[in-house]
């Protein structure tokens, strides 16, 4: 079983890792093929690729096709459909999914739709069927190096829209809604009854995550600090939480059925035990929303209580790939989920590195034992995935583990179901329940407020992913003590590997992208200047988190020599206070519209600066000199915006904020401008900058729009581009190209930029 199941999967990551969608003519193709080596060769196992190949081509076609139609982007649409997911923030920022029905305009639409609905005048219900009106647009997202793919996320939860909510009406709910949505209510009952309990308190939102699955019911620093305590997988409904309600319900089916039999009933007290255990899982669940941990752990109880009703053994490998089986089965798409990595990825250490000891070690030395496998052979998949490990997990673990699973969860349990049958008694146990958390919340606060609590871990070339996977299965092997020594050498260091750094006398300038805002990293060899850091949003996260730290991290870099705040507008400074919480850095320049304390927030108290015409500075042989603003005023916080040249192997790059005309002439007039390489457009190419002697003077070979997707603003406007066009400017865009990356290094031409979107395609990213 587990070669199927190896074929299986690698026949699905086949399609995942395809630069465009596969034909449907090639996965009948592969079908066959291994159709036709499983009858030739009577085994079962050759099934797998061309299975898996299969059912991964088809699924993703069906994803796709589901996608909004691109006519209908940026359109008022009126949607009447039903709420489909139990509704997560407040009344400020309401988010839910809608299912839209097959009647009127929604018949164009997708199956599912990712609505947030800002300021609503009313909470809406699970089940509950809306008419609204609102804006869509395609599944998109940043494309960065080291960022999350939000398209993918998408895909793998089948939605095929995301927008906003303009106006809307509640319609109550069907008479149906009972029997076609049983656990989505009863979801909504359980999350309606611990936000009545516990209000906005710090506990509630893990109380929701605990009790029904609902994540997004923390806040973001609670994320953040999960993460880098390497706890983050207590808040998903685990394996771990599953098999304990299991075991349980196990054991009460037990005592019922030898209380049944004393009153003469037939029956094996051990089935009756599986049979309450198996139900009791497939409950939870479905409470927890069905994700890849619980399917796992479902299919896992299931194949178990399957072997102990029938009398069959299975083994270690082929139980692990039976559930691998059923989870692919039951979802394709799978594999694009971080969590699935995680989940088999825990099971197969701990299978691998933890179990088959000659002598039994005692469940404390066991119990050590575990942690230590599972922190280790989860590095390839942690660095994978979130491009970071943490250094405290094992020690966090060691007794959150125990106080969650057997302590906090089954409390939210009992207190949840308490509160379902007497609503006063369980707010009670709801609230001493949250008390609970919060006191116990420093054991994670705290480690995770150390400075070494997470380790990041640069993007990986093929070499060292060898190295890195090849060390932890080392590590964890039963070799020779040199040889687990030397694996945990090699995983050492590949996590310390860092991209081959910039020349000496050269620069990397990458101008992220941040959606409608701007953000530019400038590296050399020793040194790293961010620009800009990207907008805020009204959820709470921000472009800073979201984008700039990820890409930092990715590039090797863990130090920031300076972070410039070009001006006064979010979509400048928005991400600013993320980054300098997270990376740190030696300077803050800001520009003069900002006031000293604008980030104040921050991490420590840093050297600050304003941008002032004609300061300079060099790192590794690269010029760095402010050349905006003068020592006038001006009208408009626009133009007082830090405008910065960038020198470096013979060849120039121009940032400049959101300057608009009157500074534009103001540094005409001054001369303070050249021909240069590289520019960023000013004001994102709005119609109020870009003047023609702006353009005439700078004559770039290369002008880069930092742009939304199909934002509201239509930048860049067509006749910025044709000013640009007119001096020999090929313009690039980061709403289609992603990042954009330039290399200035001397003794060659200026080369074509790196476009990651179109350098990294996959199947599910619009071009």
């Excluded at 009447?80 to 018949?107: A, I, M, N, Y």
């Excluded at 997202?141 to 895909?155: S, V």
């Excluded at 936000?195 to 308190?201: F, H, Y």
Aim: proline fraction near 6%.
């Amino acid at each position: 079983m587990w070669q199927l199941a190896a074929g299986l999967l690698a026949g699905s990551c086949a399609v995942l890792c395809l630069p465009h969608a596969s034909p449907v003519v090639l996965a009948w193709v592969c079908l066959c093929a291994s159709v036709a080596g499983a009858c030739t060769r009577r085994r079962a196992w050759p099934l797998g690729p061309g299975v898996g190949f299969w059912l991964t081509a088809l699924q993703l076609d069906a994803g796709l096709a589901d996608r909004l139609d691109p006519a209908l982007e940026g359109r008022a649409v009126r949607v009447r459909g039903v709420v489909t997911s139990v509704p997560q923030g407040t009344l400020d920022v309401l988010k839910f999914r809608v299912s839209p029905l097959p009647d009127g305009d929604s018949r164009s639409l997708p199956r599912l739709i990712e609505l947030t609905w800002y300021d609503a005048p009313t909470r809406v219900e699970a089940a509950e069927t809306l008419a609204l009106e609102v804006k869509l647009r395609r599944p998109r997202g940043f494309a960065n190096p080291g960022g999350r793919d939000n398209e993918a996320r998408m895909l793998r939860d089948h939605v095929g829209a995301s927008g906003y909510v303009r106006s809307g009406e509640r319609l109550g709910r069907e008479s149906s809604a009972a029997f076609k949505y049983p656990v989505l209510l009863a979801r909504s009952q359980v999350a309606s009854i611990i936000r009545d309990a516990l209000g906005d308190r710090p506990s509630a939102g893990i109380v929701a995550g605990l009790a029904v699955g609902l994540q997004d019911a923390l806040s973001r620093d609670q994320w953040l600090q999960l993460s880098r305590s390497g706890a983050s997988h207590l808040m998903a409904i685990s394996g771990l939480h599953i098999a304990m309600v299991a075991a349980v319900f196990a054991w009460l089916g037990g005592r019922v059925q030898r209380f049944r039999q004393g009153r003469g009933a037939t029956g094996a007290t051990r089935d009756a035990s599986v049979v309450a255990a198996a139900i009791a899982a497939l409950g939870y669940s479905l409470l927890a929303g069905w994700s890849v941990p619980t399917q796992r752990t479902m299919v896992m109880i299931a194949c178990g209580a399957a072997a102990l009703l029938l009398r069959r053994r299975i083994g270690v490998a082929d139980g692990l790939g039976i559930c691998v089986v059923g989870v692919l089965l039951l979802d394709p798409l799978a594999p694009l989920a971080p969590g699935f990595w995680l989940s088999f990825g825990a099971v197969a250490v701990i299978l691998y590195g933890a179990t088959g000891h000659v002598r039994p070690l005692g469940p404390i030395r066991s119990y050590l034992l575990v942690q230590v496998v599972v922190t280790l052979g989860l590095v390839p998949v942690l660095a994978g995935s979130f491009g970071s490990v943490s250094l405290v997990s094992a020690l966090v673990n060691l007794y959150a583990i125990p106080l969650y699973t057997l302590l906090i969860v089954p409390a939210v349990l009992i207190s949840c179901g308490v509160a379902m049958i007497a609503e006063v008694t369980g707010a009670v146990m709801l609230d001493l329940t949250g008390r609970l958390i919060e006191s116990t919340w420093p054991l994670i606060e705290v480690p995770a407020s150390w400075p070494l609590a997470t380790w990041s871990i640069a993007g990986l070339d093929g070499i060292a992913w060898i190295a890195l996977v090849l060390g932890a299965l080392a590590a964890l092997s039963p070799l020779p003590r040199l040889g687990r020594v030397t694996g945990g050498v090699l995983v050492a260091a590949a996590c310390l590997w860092r991209p081959a750094l910039v020349p000496e006398g050269a620069a990397r300038v990458t101008i992220l992208d941040v959606g409608q805002g701007l953000s530019v990293v400038v590296e050399t060899r020793g040194h790293t200047l961010v620009y800009d850091t990207g907008p805020a949003f009204r959820t709470g996260s921000d472009t800073g988190q979201l984008v700039v730290v990820p890409f930092l991290r990715a590039r090797g870099i863990r130090n920031l020599d300076r972070v410039v705040v070009s001006h006064d507008d979010d979509d400048h400074k928005g991400g600013a206070g993320s980054v300098l919480v997270l990376m740190g850095a030696g300077a803050v320049t800001l520009g003069p519209s900002l006031p000293a304390d604008a980030l104040d927030g921050s991490r420590a108290q840093l050297i600050r600066d304003t941008c002032r015409r004609g300061e300079a500075w060099s790192w590794n042989g690269v010029g760095f000199r402010w050349v905006h603003p003068g020592n006038v005023g001006y009208q408009r916080d626009n133009d007082s915006s830090c405008v910065l040249l960038v020198s470096a192997g013979g060849h120039t790059a121009l940032v400049t904020g959101d300057i608009e005309a009157e500074a534009e002439r103001d540094m005409v007039r001054a001369g303070a401008l050249a021909a240069v390489d590289v520019v960023v457009v000013p004001h994102h190419g709005s119609r109020t900058s870009s003047t023609q002697d702006f353009v005439t003077t700078v004559r770039p070979r290369w002008a880069v729009y930092a742009v939304g997707h199909r934002n509201r603003w239509n930048f860049p406007v067509r006749g910025v581009v044709e000013r640009w066009e007119q001096v020999g400017a090929r313009g690039v865009r980061t709403s289609d190209s992603g990042a954009i990356t330039f290399e200035l290094a001397s003794g060659r031409a200026l080369a074509p930029p790196m476009e990651w979107r179109r350098e990294h395609p996959r199947p599910w990213r619009d071009p």
